[in-house]
C-alpha cells in the first residue's frame, strides 16, 4: 500500500515546488528593481545657460531680478519611452508643471521656470520636484532674495 501512496506524494511535492518557483518568478517580475529604475544626477540650479547648455552661477539663492531659473540633470536608467514629470512651486503653490518623454536611456536635460511677461520672478522660496510613474524621485530647494 505505501507503494501507491509514493507516486501520489511525489506528484504534490513536485506540484508545490513548481508553484512555489512560480511565486517567487511572478513577484520578482512586478518588482521595482532598484539597479532598473531612472536615477537622476549632477542637478545643477542657476539662472544663467552658457553656449555648451551649461549652467553657470551655481548657487541656491538668486536676487531678485532674475528673469528665469533653471535646472539641468543627467539621467540614466531610463526605460524605453520613459516620462517625467517637472513640477516648479512657489511655496505650496504649484506655479508650473510639465511633462516630457526622455529620448534616451540617458542623457542631460534642462528646464526652466519663467514668467510669460518676462518679469522678474517674485521673491520666495522655491522648489522643483521631479516625477517619475508619479513617483518623487528628485526634491531641490531655492531662494529668490
Not at 32 to 54: A, N, Q, Y
Not at 122 to 145: C, H, M, Q, T, W
Amino acid at each position: 500500500m505505501a507503494d501507491k501512496k509514493k507516486p501520489f506524494v511525489l506528484l504534490v511535492v513536485l506540484f508545490a515546488t513548481v508553484l512555489l518557483l512560480l511565486s517567487f518568478w511572478v513577484i520578482r517580475q512586478n518588482s521595482s528593481k532598484p539597479g532598473e529604475s531612472l536615477l537622476i544626477h549632477d542637478v545643477v540650479i542657476s539662472t544663467e545657460v552658457d553656449d555648451t547648455r551649461r549652467l553657470t552661477g551655481v548657487v541656491s539663492r538668486f536676487p531678485y531680478g532674475s528673469r528665469q531659473i533653471c535646472m539641468r540633470f543627467n539621467y540614466s536608467k531610463a526605460p524605453e519611452g520613459a516620462e517625467i514629470r517637472i513640477l516648479w512651486f512657489m511655496g505650496d503653490k504649484l506655479v508650473q508643471s510639465d511633462s516630457y518623454v526622455l529620448p534616451a536611456s540617458y542623457g542631460s536635460r534642462i528646464y526652466c521656470l519663467t514668467l510669460e511677461n518676462g518679469q522678474p520672478l517674485p521673491k520666495g522660496s522655491y522648489s522643483v520636484g521631479i516625477l517619475s510613474n508619479a513617483e518623487r524621485i528628485s526634491d531641490f530647494r531655492f531662494e529668490i532674495y
